[in-house]
C-alpha cells in the first residue's frame, strides 16, 4: 500500500462519512440530465442492423454435420451514440457478451450490418479492420486469465502499442505505459511486476491501462467489474466513469448487475434468449419497465436494506430460461411470462417505440 | 429460543511457505434453533474456512485448526473422533455450496446421490430411499421427480443442480445447513429463486440456516443477524437491522456505502473502500482495516480493537473509533 492510498482513503473516508447521502441528488440529477442530453443529440458512432450470430451444432466426428443452430444472438438492431454509454444487460446465455464479440470481429456474424463511424465492419477486409480495432477496444470480465502471467506488466500495457505501432519509439513506449498506470491509479513501478503479484482490482486497471494504451474511441467492458470484491468495484466504476469524461470515450457496458448499470449507463438494452426485449434511457428503464422480463429482473434484485426489504413485494419470475437451440415459438419469454395469452406463442411481438425513445418487443403493453 | 451452534474463539491457520496465514482467528458467534445467520465479507477474509471448519472440512495441510471451540447441541465437534464427526456431516449439520456442477459427482446419477446418503445415514431400505428422493427432488420444485432421479448431473442447469444440492442438504432433516455463496454462480432470477425456496424451507421446516455471502443485498433479505468479517476476524455483528442502519464500524460503513442502490437517488460518485484488501500473511498487532480506514488514529496501529458492546443489545463492534462512526452516521442523516 502506497502513501499516497492512505491519504487518499482518511480524506474520502471523512468526507464520505460527513456527506449526507442523497444531500446534493438535485444537482447531481441535473448534471446528469446534461450528460444524457449530449448523449442524445450526438451522432451515432455504432449502428447494429438485424444482426444475427448462429453457431452450428454438429454431429459426427469424422464428418460431421450440422443438425441445429444455437440462435446466441436473433435479429438484433440498436445503435450508440457518441459520447454515451449502453448498458446491456440480461442473463448467462442471453447473446450479450456474443454481441460485444461481433462487434470486435471476433465473430464472424451469421447476417446483418455493424455499421462503426459510417463503415461496415463486416466483410471488412483484414487490412483495414486492423486499423479500426485500434479504435475499438475491450476490458475483459476476468482480470485472472486475461493478462498473459508470464508477461510482465509493462510488455502487456504496450502490446497494442506494438500491434498498431502507434508509439513505435521504445522510450516513448515506456514513458506512455508509465503514464498509463499513473493514470489508472497504479504506481509505475508496476510495470516490472508480474499479473501474479497483484489483486484482482489492480489487474482490472492493467486491464483498463491497456485497451487505453492506443488511445480508443470506443470500448467494450464485458462484465469488467462482475469478478472483483465490493469494496473494490466502485474503485473501478469511478474509474471507468473519470476516464470516459476525460477522453470523451464511448462504452458498451455488458453487465449483469442492474445496480451498477443504473449507475454508470444513459441508456439500458435488455436482452433475452438471444433478442433485445427493452431499450429504453437509464432512468425511464427502472422507473417504468415496461417489459414484465425487465420487470423481473429488477424486482430479482435484493436491495441492501432490510427494511426495505421487508416491505418489497417479491415477485419471482418462475422456471428458467430455455435452450437457444430450440427457442419458444412466438414472444421467446412467453413460458415464463405471467402475462402470456394464447396469442403470445404464435405472434413474434414487435420491437416498437412505445414512447419517445422507449421500445419494447410486447404485444401486451 | 435455544442455543444450537456456538463457536468460541475459533481459529484455522494456514501453514505455508509463506509464512503462517491466519485465515480465522479467534472468530465466535452462535446460531439459535431455526435461524438464519449471514456471515458476509469480501474474498479472502475467512468466511469459507470459518464455515469448513464447522464441519471440519478444511484440507489438512495446508490448513489447521488450532484454537476455539465449535459446540453443535452441547457436543464439541472439534473433540469428536473422525467416525463421529462423519455422523454429524449431513446428517446434523449439512452443506450447500458454490457450485453446483463440482460438488455433485458427474458420473452417478441425481437419484443414486440421493438415495445413498439416506441408505448410509438412515438405514432406509432400497425402495423407501427411492421413494423419499421422490417426495424431496418435488419438495425443491423440481418437476417430473421420478424420471429427474434417473438422470446425470449435465442434463441439469445451474439452477436445477443447485435445487438437487438442497435436496440433499434435506435428506436427513438436518438441523442446520451451511450455505457456502449458494446463489453466486446463477443468474438473478433464479438465484431469488433458489433464495426464496431456501428461506420456506427453512421456516417450514424449522432449520437454522447460516448464510457465507459477499452480497450485501441477499443478507438485507433474509438474515436475522449478521457477522461482518474482515482478514480473518469478525469486526461487527448484531441485527440485520443495527448493521444495516447503525454501523459501529468503518468498514461495514464503507461496504455499505460503496454499493450502487437501485431505491435511492443516483449518486454522482461512488464512495469506495480505497485501497486494497490486506495481505493475511502480513498482518501486524494493529487493527487490520487501519491502513483503508478514514477514522484510523495512532491508537489503531498499536493494538487491534476487542469486539465491544455498542448499544444495550447484542450489537458488538472491533473499533477504537466506534462512537465517531456512529456519530458521524448520524450527522450525515
Same mark, same amino acid.
Given at each position: 500500500?502506497?502513501?499516497?492510498?492512505?491519504?487518499?482513503?482518511?480524506?474520502?473516508?471523512?468526507?464520505?462519512?460527513?456527506?449526507?447521502?442523497?444531500?446534493?441528488?438535485?444537482?447531481?440529477?441535473?448534471?446528469?440530465?446534461?450528460?444524457?442530453?449530449?448523449?442524445?443529440?450526438?451522432?451515432?458512432?455504432?449502428?447494429?442492423?438485424?444482426?444475427?450470430?448462429? *453457431?452450428?451444432?454438429?454431429?459426427?466426428?469424422?464428418?460431421?454435420?450440422?443438425?441445429?443452430?444455437? $440462435?446466441?444472438?436473433?435479429?438484433?438492431? *440498436?445503435?450508440?451514440?457518441?459520447?454515451?454509454?449502453?448498458?446491456?444487460?440480461?442473463?448467462?446465455?442471453?447473446?450479450?457478451?456474443?454481441?460485444?464479440?461481433?462487434?470486435?470481429?471476433?465473430?464472424?456474424?451469421?447476417?446483418?450490418?455493424?455499421?462503426?463511424?459510417?463503415?461496415?465492419?463486416?466483410?471488412?477486409?483484414? $487490412?483495414?479492420?486492423?486499423?479500426? +480495432?485500434?479504435?475499438?477496444?475491450?476490458? *475483459?470480465?476476468?482480470?485472472? =486469465?486475461?493478462?498473459?502471467?508470464?508477461?510482465?506488466?509493462?510488455?502487456?500495457?504496450?502490446?497494442?502499442? $506494438?500491434?498498431?505501432?502507434?508509439?513505435?519509439?521504445?522510450?516513448?513506449?515506456?514513458?506512455?505505459?508509465?503514464?498509463?498506470?499513473?493514470?489508472?491509479?497504479?504506481?509505475?513501478?508496476?510495470?516490472?511486476?508480474?499479473?501474479?503479484?497483484?489483486?484482482?482490482?489492480? +489487474?482490472?486497471?492493467?486491464?483498463?491501462?491497456?485497451?487505453? =494504451?492506443?488511445?480508443?474511441?470506443?470500448?467494450?467492458?464485458?462484465?469488467?467489474?462482475?469478478?472483483?470484491?465490493?469494496?473494490?468495484?466502485?474503485?473501478?466504476?469511478?474509474?471507468?466513469?473519470?476516464?470516459?469524461?476525460?477522453?470523451?470515450?464511448?462504452?458498451?457496458?455488458?453487465?449483469?448487475?442492474?445496480?451498477?448499470?443504473?449507475?454508470?449507463?444513459?441508456?439500458?438494452?435488455?436482452?433475452?434468449?438471444?433478442?433485445?426485449?427493452?431499450?429504453?434511457?437509464?432512468?425511464?428503464?427502472?422507473?417504468?419497465?415496461?417489459?414484465?422480463?425487465?420487470?423481473?429482473?429488477?424486482?430479482?434484485?435484493?436491495?441492501?436494506?432490510?427494511?426495505?426489504?421487508?416491505?418489497?413485494?417479491?415477485?419471482?419470475? $418462475?422456471?428458467?430460461?430455455?435452450?437457444?437451440?430450440?427457442?419458444?415459438?412466438?414472444?421467446?419469454?412467453?413460458?415464463?411470462?405471467?402475462?402470456?395469452?394464447? =396469442?403470445?406463442?404464435?405472434?413474434?411481438?414487435? *420491437? +416498437?417505440?412505445?414512447?419517445?425513445?422507449?421500445?419494447?418487443?410486447?404485444?401486451?403493453? | 429460543?435455544?442455543?444450537?451452534?456456538?463457536?468460541?474463539?475459533? #481459529?484455522?491457520?494456514?501453514?505455508?511457505?509463506?509464512?503462517?496465514?491466519?485465515?480465522?482467528?479467534?472468530?465466535?458467534?452462535?446460531?439459535?434453533?431455526?435461524?438464519?445467520?449471514?456471515?458476509?465479507?469480501?474474498?479472502?477474509?475467512?468466511?469459507?474456512?470459518?464455515?469448513?471448519?464447522?464441519?471440519?472440512?478444511?484440507?489438512?495441510?495446508?490448513?489447521?485448526?488450532?484454537?476455539?471451540?465449535?459446540?453443535? &447441541?452441547?457436543?464439541?465437534?472439534?473433540?469428536?473422533?473422525?467416525?463421529?464427526?462423519? &455422523?454429524?456431516?449431513?446428517?446434523?449439520?449439512?452443506?450447500?455450496?458454490?457450485?453446483?456442477?463440482?460438488?455433485?459427482?458427474?458420473?452417478?446419477?441425481?437419484?443414486? #446421490?440421493?438415495?445413498?446418503?439416506?441408505?448410509?445415514?438412515?438405514?432406509?431400505?432400497?425402495?423407501?430411499?427411492?421413494?423419499?428422493?421422490?417426495?424431496?427432488?418435488?419438495?425443491?420444485? %423440481?418437476?417430473?421427480?421420478?424420471?429427474?432421479?434417473?438422470?446425470?448431473?449435465?442434463?441439469?442447469?445451474?439452477?436445477?443442480? #443447485?435445487?438437487?444440492?438442497?435436496?440433499?442438504?434435506?435428506?436427513?432433516?438436518?438441523?442446520? %445447513?451451511?450455505?457456502? &455463496?449458494?446463489?453466486?454462480?446463477?443468474?438473478?432470477?433464479?438465484?431469488?429463486?433458489?433464495?426464496?425456496?431456501?428461506?420456506?424451507?427453512?421456516?417450514?421446516?424449522?432449520?437454522?440456516?447460516?448464510? %457465507?455471502?459477499?452480497?450485501?443485498?441477499?443478507?438485507?433479505?433474509?438474515?436475522?443477524?449478521?457477522?461482518?468479517?474482515?482478514?480473518?476476524?469478525?469486526? &461487527?455483528?448484531?441485527?440485520?437491522?443495527? %448493521?444495516?442502519?447503525?454501523?459501529?464500524?468503518?468498514?461495514?460503513?464503507?461496504?455499505?456505502?460503496?454499493?450502487?442502490?437501485?431505491?435511492?437517488?443516483? #449518486?454522482?460518485?461512488?464512495?469506495?473502500?480505497?485501497?486494497?484488501?490486506?495481505?493475511?500473511?502480513?498482518?501486524?498487532?494493529?487493527?487490520?482495516?487501519?491502513?483503508?480506514?478514514?477514522?484510523?488514529?495512532?491508537?489503531?496501529?498499536?493494538?487491534?480493537?476487542?469486539?465491544?458492546?455498542?448499544?444495550?443489545?447484542?450489537?458488538?463492534?472491533?473499533?477504537?473509533?466506534?462512537?465517531?462512526?456512529?456519530?458521524?452516521?448520524?450527522?450525515?442523516?
Amino acid at each position: 500500500m502506497s502513501a499516497s492510498h492512505t491519504i487518499d482513503a482518511i480524506a474520502a473516508g471523512v468526507e464520505a462519512a460527513s456527506r449526507a447521502p442523497a444531500s446534493n441528488a438535485g444537482q447531481i440529477s441535473e448534471q446528469r440530465r446534461q450528460s444524457v442530453r449530449r448523449a442524445a443529440e450526438a451522432p451515432e458512432l455504432v449502428t447494429i442492423r438485424n444482426l444475427k450470430m448462429y *453457431f452450428p451444432v454438429t454431429e459426427g466426428a469424422l464428418l460431421p454435420r450440422t443438425v441445429a443452430h444455437v $440462435k446466441a444472438v436473433d435479429d438484433i438492431s *440498436f445503435s450508440i451514440r457518441k459520447g454515451e454509454t449502453l448498458g446491456l444487460v440480461g442473463e448467462s446465455g442471453c447473446g450479450k457478451t456474443t454481441t460485444g464479440r461481433c462487434i470486435l470481429q471476433l465473430e464472424h456474424a451469421t447476417g446483418g450490418e455493424i455499421i462503426y463511424d459510417g463503415r461496415n465492419l463486416i466483410g471488412l477486409d483484414r $487490412k483495414s479492420m486492423l486499423a479500426l +480495432r485500434q479504435k475499438i477496444q475491450v476490458i *475483459f470480465q476476468d482480470p485472472y =486469465s486475461s493478462l498473459n502471467p508470464r508477461m510482465k506488466i509493462g510488455d502487456i500495457i504496450a502490446e497494442p502499442m $506494438k500491434v498498431h505501432r502507434t508509439e513505435p519509439d521504445k522510450a516513448a513506449r515506456i514513458a506512455r505505459v508509465r503514464e498509463l498506470l499513473r493514470l489508472c491509479g497504479l504506481d509505475p513501478r508496476f510495470a516490472d511486476r508480474y499479473p501474479h503479484e497483484m489483486s484482482g482490482g489492480q +489487474r482490472q486497471r492493467v486491464g483498463i491501462a491497456r485497451a487505453l =494504451s492506443v488511445r480508443p474511441e470506443f470500448i467494450i467492458c464485458d462484465e469488467a467489474i462482475s469478478a472483483l470484491d465490493v469494496s473494490i468495484q466502485a474503485q473501478i466504476i469511478n474509474l471507468l466513469e473519470d476516464l470516459r469524461d476525460e477522453f470523451d470515450l464511448t462504452y458498451l457496458f455488458i453487465a449483469h448487475d442492474l445496480s451498477v448499470v443504473r449507475h454508470l449507463c444513459h441508456r439500458v438494452a435488455v436482452m433475452y434468449l438471444g433478442k433485445i426485449v427493452e431499450l429504453a434511457e437509464c432512468d425511464e428503464l427502472y422507473s417504468d419497465p415496461l417489459h414484465p422480463y425487465t420487470q423481473a429482473l429488477l424486482a430479482a434484485v435484493p436491495v441492501p436494506d432490510p427494511e426495505v426489504e421487508r416491505k418489497r413485494a417479491h415477485k419471482i419470475v $418462475k422456471g428458467e430460461v430455455p435452450s437457444p437451440i430450440n427457442p419458444p415459438s412466438g414472444c421467446v419469454f412467453h413460458p415464463r411470462c405471467e402475462l402470456a395469452n394464447e =396469442s403470445c406463442s404464435r405472434i413474434v411481438p414487435q *420491437f +416498437r417505440e412505445l414512447k419517445p425513445d422507449h421500445w419494447v418487443a410486447c404485444s401486451l403493453v | 429460543m435455544s442455543k444450537l451452534l456456538e463457536i468460541d474463539d475459533l #481459529q484455522t491457520h494456514f501453514f505455508t511457505s509463506a509464512g503462517v496465514v491466519k485465515a480465522v482467528d479467534g472468530i465466535s458467534y452462535d446460531v439459535n434453533q431455526g435461524e438464519t445467520v449471514a456471515v458476509v465479507g469480501e474474498s479472502g477474509c475467512g468466511k469459507s474456512v470459518s464455515a469448513l471448519s464447522i464441519l471440519r472440512l478444511v484440507a489438512d495441510p495446508p490448513g489447521r485448526i488450532v484454537g476455539g471451540s465449535i459446540c453443535f &447441541e452441547g457436543r464439541n465437534l472439534l473433540k469428536l473422533s473422525e467416525d463421529e464427526i462423519r &455422523e454429524v456431516r449431513g446428517k446434523d449439520i449439512a452443506m450447500v455450496f458454490q457450485e453446483p456442477m463440482t460438488s455433485l459427482n458427474p458420473v452417478l446419477t441425481i437419484g443414486r #446421490q440421493l438415495t445413498e446418503t439416506l441408505e448410509q445415514h438412515l438405514n432406509m431400505t432400497r425402495e423407501r430411499a427411492v421413494a423419499r428422493a421422490v417426495e424431496l427432488l418435488g419438495m425443491v420444485g %423440481i418437476s417430473d421427480p421420478g424420471r429427474r432421479l434417473k438422470q446425470y448431473p449435465h442434463h441439469f442447469s445451474g439452477g436445477m443442480r #443447485q435445487r438437487v444440492m438442497i435436496a440433499m442438504a434435506l435428506c436427513c432433516e438436518p438441523k442446520l %445447513i451451511i450455505a457456502d &455463496e449458494p446463489t453466486t454462480a446463477l443468474d438473478v432470477t433464479i438465484q431469488a429463486q433458489i433464495l426464496e425456496l431456501m428461506k420456506d424451507l427453512t421456516r417450514r421446516l424449522g432449520v437454522a440456516l447460516i448464510v %457465507i455471502t459477499h452480497n450485501l443485498g441477499i443478507v438485507a433479505r433474509y438474515a436475522d443477524r449478521v457477522n461482518v468479517m474482515y482478514a480473518g476476524r469478525i469486526i &461487527e455483528s448484531g441485527t440485520a437491522g443495527d %448493521i444495516y442502519h447503525r454501523p459501529h464500524h468503518p468498514y461495514t460503513l464503507a461496504l455499505l456505502r460503496s454499493v450502487p442502490r437501485m431505491d435511492r437517488p443516483r #449518486q454522482a460518485r461512488l464512495d469506495p473502500v480505497q485501497g486494497q484488501p490486506p495481505d493475511l500473511t502480513r498482518l501486524d498487532d494493529g487493527c487490520a482495516f487501519r491502513p483503508r480506514c478514514g477514522f484510523a488514529t495512532p491508537r489503531c496501529a498499536e493494538a487491534a480493537p476487542p469486539l465491544a458492546p455498542v448499544d444495550a443489545g447484542a450489537h458488538i463492534a472491533a473499533c477504537w473509533q466506534a462512537a465517531s462512526v456512529a456519530d458521524a452516521l448520524k450527522r450525515a442523516s
